[in-house]
């Protein structure tokens, strides 16, 4: 076996999962019969006004015309959302913080692991950089990022040097609706700032 082109010094490995406590049978049939059931981030009125203000009526109302002609809607990221899920980080909820520990100066492997039913995650470190070394088990030529999409299935390793201290792993699910989150940390029970969502994005034409 050819040895790996990068060198670490630890590593841990990052599950990400969603959970509901429905039933899952129960929920497919929620789906069919109303797809966007899940989606509490609809746009609303207010939103119709504010986009008036800004794009003019014109553009506003053709754009509304065009989504209802496909019966879509630009917040339609997730079939399945935070309304139901709990993410979770090796199966941990936010508010169980898992954390993986290391040594100040230190090359840390994360095998970050996509196994949720429908979720894709954003995932950042703040205060660290992560560079990327392998996609679904292949080896990658290094990539330095702020961070990173995982989707269903798909894996990610990457390398980080922590310095002393605590910082958050944060994976916001991609409809901005939850989060997995976890930390590393130098010494048992330190904590990092967890940041907020970033607000929800809108899907365009083009998407």
């Given at each position: 076996?050819?040895?790996?082109?990068?060198?670490?010094?630890?590593?841990?490995?990052?599950?990400?999962?969603d959970w509901t406590d429905e039933e899952p049978v129960q929920l497919m049939k929620t789906l069919k019969k109303q797809s966007d059931?899940?989606?509490?981030?609809?746009?609303?009125?207010?939103d119709f006004i504010n986009d008036v203000g800004e794009k003019g009526w014109s553009e506003t109302t053709r754009d509304r015309w065009?989504?209802?002609?496909?019966?879509?809607?630009?917040?339609?990221?997730?079939?399945?959302?935070?309304?139901?899920?709990?993410?979770?980080?090796?199966?941990?909820?936010?508010?169980?913080?898992?954390?993986?520990?290391?040594?100040?100066?230190?090359?840390?492997?994360?095998?970050?692991?996509?196994?949720?039913?429908?979720?894709?995650?954003?995932?950042?470190?703040?205060?660290?950089?992560?560079?990327?070394?392998?996609?679904?088990?292949?080896?990658?030529?290094?990539?330095?990022?702020?961070?990173?999409?995982?989707?269903?299935?798909?894996?990610?390793?990457?390398?980080?040097?922590?310095?002393?201290?605590?910082?958050?792993?944060?994976?916001?699910?991609?409809?901005?609706?939850?989060?997995?989150?976890?930390?590393?940390?130098?010494?048992?029970?330190?904590?990092?700032?967890?940041?907020?969502?970033?607000?929800?994005?809108?899907?365009?034409?083009?998407?």
């Amino acid at each position: 076996k050819e040895p790996e082109p990068f060198k670490y010094d630890r590593e841990h490995v990052i599950m990400l999962s969603d959970w509901t406590d429905e039933e899952p049978v129960q929920l497919m049939k929620t789906l069919k019969k109303q797809s966007d059931y899940y989606n509490n981030n609809q746009r609303t009125v207010g939103d119709f006004i504010n986009d008036v203000g800004e794009k003019g009526w014109s553009e506003t109302t053709r754009d509304r015309w065009m989504w209802a002609k496909m019966r879509m809607d630009p917040t339609d990221l997730a079939d399945v959302s935070g309304a139901t899920y709990t993410y979770l980080m090796n199966g941990q909820a936010p508010n169980m913080n898992w954390t993986g520990l290391f040594k100040p100066g230190e090359r840390i492997r994360l095998r970050l692991i996509n196994g949720s039913a429908m979720t894709y995650f954003d995932v950042r470190i703040p205060g660290l950089k992560m560079t990327v070394v392998a996609s679904d088990g292949q080896h990658v030529k290094p990539v330095t990022v702020d961070e990173l999409r995982i989707a269903v299935a798909e894996t990610f390793d990457v390398i980080v040097e922590p310095a002393e201290g605590a910082y958050t792993l944060f994976a916001q699910s991609m409809d901005r609706t939850g989060y997995a989150r976890g930390t590393l940390a130098s010494r048992p029970g330190l904590h990092a700032v967890v940041p907020p969502l970033d607000p929800r994005p809108l899907l365009s034409m083009d998407d």
